[in-house]
C-alpha cells in the first residue's frame, strides 16, 4: 500500500525531518541491521520535465515497510518487503520555468527501509540524486513593427534557453534565416506582412514564438494635370496619383495663382495670367526607404491666345512625369490679338 504526503509525519515507522523539499533520515538498529538498495530504474540520471522519474527498492534484507522520498515534498510508504516494482513519479514543475544556466533543478530521491523486532526497529536510508530538465522558453521583440522597404529592423532576443549549448533559428519571413543567438538588423525588400519566427532548441526539446512586420512600399507621387484651356485664365484639379502618403502641400515656384485645399489630394488650381507657372508638391508621411520620392514639380505656360484654345486647336501640349509645358503652335491671327 502506498500513500503520499508532505516530508514531516510518520511513514510506518519512520520519523522524517524536512530538508528543503527533500528527506532525511538517521540510521538506527535496534533489531537486525537493514541496509536499504535502490536507485532509479535506468541508467539515466537527468530527465526532461513532463517525463517520468522511475525508483526501485532492491533492498534484500528483511523489512517491514519502506518509503520513497521524491525530493519536491512528496513521500510515498510501503508495507511489506521490497518490492522489483519501478515506482514512477512526474515532477509538476511549470513547464515553461526559466532556470537559466545549464536548466537544471537538481533532486534528492531518499529511500528508507525499516524492521521492527521485540527490541525496538532498525532503520536505514540512502539518497540518489538526479536532475530535472527544462526546455528553452523563446521570447523577442522586434522594433520597428511597421517599416518601409529597406528600412532596418531590428531584434532582440530575451530567450531563456535553459541550456549552456542551445540552437536557435530565425526566421524572417521571406525566405532568409539566421543561426545567430542575436542576429544583425533586417531588411526586407517588398512591401508586405512578415511573420519573423524563432526557434530555441535543447537537448529536452523546443519552443517556438513569433511576431509579424509590417512593411510598407516606398512612396511616389506622380501627378497628372490635365487643362481644358490652354490659353489664360486657366484652372485644374489635378490627380494626384501617390503611393503611402499620408499628406501632401500644394504650392506655386513660379507665377501667381489661387489654390483651394492646398492640402488636399485634388485642390482647384487657378491660373488668371499668361506665362509660366511652377508647381511643386510636397507629400508628407513618406516612407523612409531610400527608394521613396515624396516630392514633385512641374512648369507649364498659358498663353494670350482665342479663348476657344485648347490642346488639340492650336497650342502644342507636351507632358512628361517631371514637367508639362504648353507652346503656341502657330502665330494667332492679328483680329485676336
Known sequence: MAHSNICIFNVYGFY?????QGCTITPQSQCTSVNAVGGVCSSQTIFCIGDSVGFENRTVTTI???FICWGDGTVEGFSGPASSICRKHFYNFPPDSC???????PITITLGVLKRCAAGMSYHGIQTGIAIKFRPKAVFTLSPGNVCVYEPVTFSNSSCPNSLTPTYLWNFGDGT??????????????SGNYTVTLTISNSCGSATTSQTVLVRP???????????????PGNFIPDVNSHNATGFLWSFTTGTGTIILPIDSQPYF???????YGIHLQATGCCSAPTS??????????YNGPTTCKPNSGCLW????????LFQHKRWNSQFI
Do not use: R
Open 99 to 105: 532556470v537559466g544556466g545549464d536548466g537544471q533543478i
Open 293 to 302: 520620392d515624396c516630392s514633385w514639380d512641374t512648369t507649364l505656360t498659358l
Open 177 to 190: 534565416t539566421s543561426t545567430l543567438q542575436n542576429p544583425p538588423s533586417h531588411q526586407y525588400t517588398s
Open 270 to 276: 487657378t491660373l488668371n495670367n499668361a506665362g509660366p
Open 318 to 325: 507636351e507632358h512628361n512625369i517631371k514637367s508639362i509645358k
Open 64 to 66: 517491514d515497510s519502506s
Open 218 to 232: 516606398a512612396t511616389t507621387v506622380s501627378p497628372v494635370i490635365t487643362l481644358a484651356n490652354t490659353c489664360a
Open 16 to 20: 522524517l525531518n524536512s530538508s528543503g
